[in-house]
């Protein structure tokens, strides 16, 4: 059996390295050791290390740039210093830049049993959540979509019932909620044998929409050298997904009515009646209703799309998804780049957990794909995502924050701590004088805060 991590040990004390021999060869440690800063950075980069203990006493500015110098190359190495004045400014920040511990010379096997134990022992638990979080993912990965929170479940209950029956869905949310995914759900578990089709409202000219959604005939314009089918057309017998319908025009939305109310269509330039036999699945990120009150949707169109209507809910009301979606992400994109990428960061991870998404799933997707795309290491990084996830989020306070429950108030409290100690959540532990476990607890509990998001 392999050992279940390495650790390298780097010290300009023949002694200090045999003890450390010594003592952890028998506890599940591959150990390797390197005489001084240089053959130890070589030994890093050959082996990739999970533990480095580092003595600074070699050179404390030397022994820092190293520490930097092996994060920049894996972010996820646990680091362990040795140094002279353990409560000082020196190892505070050396902490900030991303060290795990700090001891005191001389270096004490009995004080260091506890650090290397409780790595050990997060190691075996991250291995039992990588497993558990597989698991799940199996269990509730529905129809392409991933999510376990008790949103998405109702909603995927809601699939199963509607899917067999339905002549129209109305599916509504923020944009980068999975409205397509949703549809071809909806596709997929119908009795229809036919094509799914999409059509992007959004991009239709208003000039062509009719030949573009019901086709034409040879001679009926300009330039129609040939007979056309429209996507209804193509469509028939199966589904047509029109994404982004309150984008279309008053003028197409009457002529998408008449297409609704008789199943029929009419080619341009045809006065022949084609009977469709369409599912049809409409999409918005706009307040239709409104549109309606506005005059700026037809209330006839909306009535006969909102026979059934499905809200899908934004990223940030679904914190129980979170896990399953980047393992979900980090798998589709090792695989499409060849790369094998275990996971994010204890820092990613608390950004993470900060950020807002308003860009939702989508925007998760496109993160987490920049992120596998960018990294050296098996672990995604904070420097490997987006500009906007790379600076400090301090912007995203407003002047009302001083308005928020006491409850909110702790929450930011304890994610600016872990901001700043690079996720680190035992050092963060210590500083607020409060339980691993609360800590988890509070991540848990991420709430979506009330943001404008356009919809």
């Not at 006969?304 to 914190?319: D, K």
Request: proline share 4%; charged share 25%; hydrophobic share 40%.
């Amino acid at each position: 059996m392999s050992p279940l991590l390495t650790l390298l040990a780097i010290d300009d004390d023949p002694q200090n390295l045999q003890l450390v021999r010594d003592a952890f060869t028998q506890e599940g440690l591959q150990i390797r050791t390197a005489g001084n800063l240089e053959a130890g950075f070589s030994t890093f980069l050959e082996v990739r290390p999970r533990i480095v203990l580092l003595d600074l006493g070699i050179s404390k500015v030397s022994g820092m740039k190293l520490l930097e110098r092996m994060l920049r190359v894996d972010p996820g190495v646990e680091a362990i210093l040795i140094i002279d004045e353990c409560g000082g400014d020196f190892a505070v920040e050396a902490i900030k830049k991303g060290a795990r511990d700090c001891l005191a010379e001389p270096l004490d096997l009995e004080k260091l049993f506890a650090p290397i134990d409780r790595l050990l022992g997060e190691a075996q638990q991250r291995r039992k959540t990588a497993q558990l979080e597989q698991e799940l993912l199996d269990v509730y990965r529905f129809e392409g979509i991933v999510g376990r929170s008790p949103v998405m479940l109702d909603l995927f209950a809601k699939i199963r019932r509607i899917a067999p029956h339905f002549k129209t869905v109305l599916l509504t949310g923020a944009t980068g909620t999975g409205k397509e995914l949703v549809a071809q759900a909806l596709h997929h578990l119908s009795p229809a044998r036919g094509k799914f089709v999409v059509c992007n409202c959004s991009a239709l000219v208003d000039t062509l929409i009719e030949t573009e959604l019901f086709g034409h005939v040879r001679g009926a314009f300009t330039g129609a050298l040939h007979d056309k089918p429209g996507l209804f057309e193509h469509a028939n017998g199966g589904t047509i997904f029109l994404d982004e319908v309150g984008e279309l025009s008053l003028a197409a939305q009457a002529r998408l009515l008449r297409v609704l109310q008789n199943r029929q269509v009419q080619k341009v330039g045809s006065v022949a009646q084609l009977e469709i036999n369409v599912r049809v699945v409409a999409a918005t990120h706009r307040n239709l209703k409104a549109m309606v009150d506005d005059g700026r949707f037809r209330e006839d169109l909306y009535y006969r799309l909102a026979v059934i209507e499905l809200q899908l809910p934004p990223l940030a009301s679904r914190p129980e998804d979170m896990p399953l979606l980047v393992r979900h992400f980090i798998q589709k994109f090792s695989r499409e780049y060849e790369k094998s990428i275990a996971g994010l960061t204890r820092r990613t991870q608390a950004r993470f957990a900060s950020y807002s998404w308003p860009g939702n799933v989508r925007e998760l997707e496109n993160v987490i794909g920049r992120g596998c795309l960018m990294t050296d290491c098996n672990l995604i990084d904070i420097d490997d995502l987006p500009e906007r996830l790379c600076a400090p989020l301090t912007n995203e306070r407003s002047a009302d924050d001083a308005l928020l429950p006491l409850e909110e108030v702790q929450r930011q409290h304890v994610l600016r701590v872990l901001e700043k100690v690079g996720g680190n959540k035992t050092r963060a532990a210590e500083i607020l004088g409060i339980g691993r476990a609360t800590i988890y607890q509070l991540l848990s509990q991420v709430k979506a805060v009330g943001r404008a998001s356009g919809s």
